[in-house]
C-alpha cells in the first residue's frame, strides 16, 4: 500500500504574522494545505488570500476561545455562545447545546464559502469535537461533513493518540476511537488512517533542532495510507517569547523544506487534501 502525507498550517486568519507566514508557505509550495479559523479577525484576510490565488482551503471548526480575556465572538450568533466562544471545559460542555454547536460549524463554512474561498476539508480548533469533553459534538462535526461532502480530520488508527499521550492507550479507548470512526463510516465521512502533530510545550522543546528531529523522526514512521502533519507557523510576534516561539520553529522548519526532501527519501507521496476525491 502506498503512503501519502499531507503537510497543513493551522490557524490561516489567527493574526498577521500567521497568515504572512503561511501564505509564504502557499506560495512557495512548502505546504500543501491549510484551514481558516473563521472566528478570528484576520480570517477575512486569509479568505480574500484563498480566493486571489485559487487555493483550496479548510475549515478550521471552533466552537471555543483560547483564552478569557479576549474571547473569539461567534459567527452563527447562537444562543450558547452569545458573549463569545466558551474558553473554559466546563462551559463548553454544560452551557452548549449541540443544535447551537451545528448551527455555528455551518455559519463558520458559510462565512468562508461566500467569501470567495473553495472548503477541501474539515478539522478542528482544540479537539473539541472529538468526544474527549464527554459530548457527542462529533456527531454534528460528522453530520456537518456528510452534508457538504467534507473528509474529516479524524484518525482512524490509535498512533495520534498514543503519541499524544506518549504511553500505550488502554483498550477501552480505543474502542471508544473506534466507535467514533464508525460514526463518521455510517455517514460515508473520509477519514485519515493517521495524524500527527507535536504535543509538547517550549519548555521541554527548547530549541529548534528539537522539534525539526520530531518531525522528521514522524516522517520516517510513517505508516501506509493517508497522513496529515498538522503544524501552526507563525513569523515572531512582537513582544511575545513562551510558547510562540514554538510557532516560529515550525515555521522556519516549513520553510527550510526538510519535511518535503524526508518524505521524498522515504518515498512518501506529498498530497492535498484531493487525494479523497480521486
Given at each position: 500500500?502506498?503512503k501519502?502525507?499531507i503537510?497543513?498550517a493551522?490557524?490561516?486568519g ?5 497568515n504572512?507566514?503561511i501564505?509564504?508557505l ?5 505546504i500543501t494545505?491549510?484551514s481558516?479559523?473563521a472566528?478570528?479577525s484576520k480570517?477575512?484576510d ?7 490565488n485559487?487555493?483550496?482551503?479548510g475549515?478550521h471548526?471552533t ?10 465572538q461567534?459567527v452563527?450568533?447562537a444562543k450558547s455562545?452569545?458573549?463569545?466562544l466558551?474558553?473554559?471545559?466546563r462551559?463548553l460542555?454544560?452551557?452548549t447545546?449541540r ?6 460549524l ?9 467569501g470567495g ?5 474539515a ?12 459530548r457527542?459534538?462529533y ?6 461533513c456528510?452534508e457538504?461532502?467534507?473528509?474529516f480530520?479524524f484518525?482512524?488508527?490509535s498512533?495520534?493518540?498514543?503519541r499524544?499521550?506518549e504511553r500505550?492507550i488502554?483498550?477501552a479507548?480505543?474502542?471508544y476511537q473506534?466507535?467514533?470512526?464508525r ?9 485519515l ?10 519548555q521541554?522543546?527548547?530549541d529548534y ?7 522528521l523522526?514522524a516522517?520516517d514512521?510513517?505508516?501506509d ?5 498538522f ?9 511575545e517569547?513562551?510558547?510562540w516561539?514554538?510557532?516560529v520553529?515550525?515555521?522556519?522548519i516549513?520553510k527550510?523544506?526538510?519535511?518535503l526532501d ?17
Amino acid at each position: 500500500m502506498s503512503k501519502y502525507l499531507i503537510i497543513n498550517a493551522d490557524d490561516f486568519g489567527y493574526n498577521d504574522e500567521q497568515n504572512s507566514a503561511i501564505s509564504e508557505l502557499l506560495n512557495k509550495g512548502l505546504i500543501t494545505s491549510t484551514s481558516i479559523l473563521a472566528v478570528c479577525s484576520k480570517s477575512k484576510d486569509a479568505i480574500d488570500f484563498a480566493k486571489k490565488n485559487a487555493v483550496d482551503v479548510g475549515v478550521h471548526l471552533t466552537i471555543n476561545s483560547d483564552n478569557s480575556d479576549k474571547k473569539w465572538q461567534s459567527v452563527s450568533n447562537a444562543k450558547s455562545f452569545v458573549g463569545g466562544l466558551p474558553s473554559e471545559q466546563r462551559d463548553l460542555i454544560f452551557r452548549t447545546t449541540r443544535r447551537d454547536v451545528r448551527s455555528e460549524l455551518e455559519a463558520q463554512y458559510d462565512f468562508i464559502t461566500k467569501g470567495g474561498a473553495k472548503v477541501d476539508h474539515a478539522d478542528n480548533h482544540c479537539a473539541t469535537l472529538y468526544g474527549i469533553n464527554g459530548r457527542r459534538f462529533y456527531i454534528d462535526a460528522f453530520d456537518f461533513c456528510a452534508e457538504h461532502n467534507l473528509p474529516f480530520r479524524f484518525p482512524k488508527t490509535s498512533g495520534f493518540l498514543e503519541r499524544q499521550l506518549e504511553r500505550k492507550i488502554p483498550n477501552a479507548l480505543k474502542s471508544y476511537q473506534q466507535m467514533i470512526v464508525r460514526s463518521g463510516e455510517k455517514r460515508g465521512v473520509k477519514m485519515l488512517d493517521d495524524l500527527v502533530s507535536n504535543p509538547w510545550s517550549m519548555q521541554r522543546i527548547k530549541d529548534y533542532n528539537t522539534l525539526e528531529k520530531y518531525y522528521l523522526d514522524a516522517i520516517d514512521n510513517c505508516i501506509d495510507g493517508i497522513t496529515e502533519m498538522f503544524l501552526h507557523p507563525a513569523l515572531p510576534l512582537e513582544n511575545e517569547q513562551g510558547e510562540w516561539q514554538k510557532r516560529v520553529f515550525e515555521y522556519e522548519i516549513l520553510k527550510s523544506g526538510c519535511l518535503l526532501d524526508r518524505a521524498k527519501q522515504k518515498g512518501i507521496e506529498v498530497v492535498s487534501w484531493k487525494i479523497f476525491n480521486q
